[in-house]
């Protein structure tokens, strides 16, 4: 496991502060919600819809600070902050890692919550 | 379910947070119901009740912005607590919810000790108001008591015109010494409720109880386009109400109670007096007093409602009134001019009749 993605003491405090089943219910809805996400990042980036680009950064962000997965949360914050970039191509790198990171955060999360 | 648990609504568009947040307010002792954006958020605190709203800045549809400034215009809603959890980027985001009447802010993800101590804080101060509000509403109109609160409870008075009534119960010791306490406090409670609802129904506010007796204003606080009109009627609607609860009363063989009304009408200074920590709605004037006397003087006079000048010259024709001419009453320098209000069933009495008004039968 790689210890870099998810913060374990984050994670810790958010099992012990609501349950570990609770926890595991959380981690399963993240990861059935990320995907929609992601796909919201890149369609309000085609259609040119900041508000809609800002916003679904902004929820990555917020679900990657509650789950630890502070490297997944910086990418995605840097995205709302930013907002929609003149030059595309940026964007476009960013969002490859964007979604490199969410794959790598949802691993973990799944072995996590079996662990 | 504990008795103390509060109903609060979670307003989130993504659904790992609304789930954290239930969770939150579940492990609280607390029932919830969610709203995925700002506009249904609205729909619920408009149709079912809440106690406490968390919300949610960045939402479609409707953001938290927006519905913080819809709370702030609704009159229904612009006291319910919000507590903003977000994470929305800038100082002067936060700095705009709380101007916009956000009780708190707290930054997702939420620390539970903190969501815990805040809702806690947030309750408590609902609760203090509801309990003023209650307070408040005990001598004052619902519509009466929405002004005082909104307009805030300002000390120091101001000169209205008015109509003051004062009313009590003719041979109320008596009748307390011929009955048990229970009994009384029985009777006092039908009594005040009969007359609450009587000078409520006609704008008035009962502004001081004292034993048998009560002090209503009609005019002040709030304005009212024909104040004697509304005193002279709620005196009326008084002595009809006596008049049933008596027929009740007859049934199980228990004496008939007599009330006697006063009305003035007239300039007074009315406003709230104390201190911040103990106000209340005070009316003083050459206009209370002269209530005060009229109410006093029908026990000589024989007839249940009196009023001055100023009230009988406001007054249309629709109302009987019958000319006693003038009394000295103690503490004024002039006499003044009186006049008995007849209740409908009395209109056909004759002139000279002066006999005391049987409420009995």
Request: aromatic share 6%.
């Amino acid at each position: 496991m790689d210890e870099s993605v998810i913060d374990r003491a984050v994670y810790a405090e958010l099992r012990d502060t609501t349950g570990a089943e609770f926890a595991a219910e959380l981690v399963d809805t993240f990861i059935e919600e990320g995907p929609s996400m992601l796909a919201e990042l890149r369609s309000a980036r085609t259609d040119g819809n900041a508000e809609r680009f800002r916003r679904a950064a902004h929820s990555l962000k917020s679900n990657g600070n509650t789950f630890g997965a502070l490297k997944l949360a910086a990418l995605a914050r840097e995205l709302e902050v930013k907002g929609l970039d003149a030059e595309s191509a940026r964007d476009g790198a960013a969002l490859v890692a964007l979604e490199a990171e969410y794959a790598r955060a949802a691993a973990e999360l799944k072995a996590l919550r079996n662990g | 379910m504990a008795e103390d648990s509060s109903r609060l609504l979670i307003a989130d568009d993504n659904k790992v947070n609304r789930l954290l947040l239930s969770r939150g307010v579940e492990l609280l002792g607390h029932r919830f119901a969610l709203a995925e954006n700002g506009r249904i958020a609205l729909e619920k605190l408009r149709s079912e009740p809440f106690d406490l709203l968390l919300l949610d800045i960045e939402m479609p549809e409707l953001d938290g912005f927006a519905v913080l400034e819809q709370l702030k215009a609704d009159l229904q809603l612009r006291d319910m607590p919000v507590i903003v959890t977000s994470s929305v980027e800038g100082l002067d985001n936060i700095v705009r919810c709380i101007n916009l009447g956000a009780e708190d802010y707290l930054p997702k993800p939420v620390n539970p000790v903190l969501l815990k101590a805040r809702i806690g804080a947030s309750l408590e101060k609902k609760r203090l108001r509801d309990r003023q509000k209650a307070l408040v509403r005990r001598f004052a109109t619902p519509e009466v008591a929405d002004d005082l609160l909104q307009s805030g409870f300002a000390l120091g008075g101001k000169r209205i015109h008015a109509s003051v009534l004062f009313s009590d119960i003719r041979g109320f010791t008596a009748l307390v010494e011929s009955q048990g306490p229970e009994e009384t406090i029985d009777l006092l409670n039908t009594y005040y409720m009969l007359m609450f609802d009587a000078i409520g129904s006609h704008g008035g506010v009962v502004n001081q109880m004292i034993g048998d007796g009560l002090m209503a204003l009609f005019g002040a606080p709030l304005p009212l386009d024909d104040c004697a009109g509304s005193a002279v009627a709620a005196g009326l609607e008084m002595v009809e109400l006596i008049e049933q609860f008596n027929l009740e009363r007859s049934a199980v063989k228990k004496a008939a109670i007599r009330i006697g009304i006063g009305v003035a009408t007239g300039d007074v200074v009315a406003g709230y007096t104390g201190t911040q920590q103990r106000a209340t709605y005070t009316c003083i004037g050459d206009t209370v007093n002269l209530a005060s006397r009229l109410e006093a003087h029908t026990k000589v006079a024989g007839h249940g409602i009196l009023i001055d000048d100023a009230t009988q010259r406001a007054l249309g024709s629709s109302v009987p009134i019958r000319t006693l001419g003038e009394v000295l009453f103690k503490g004024k320098a002039a006499a003044v001019e009186i006049f008995a209000v007849a209740p409908p069933s009395q209109t056909n009495a004759s002139p000279g009749d002066r006999a005391p008004l049987q409420f009995s039968r």
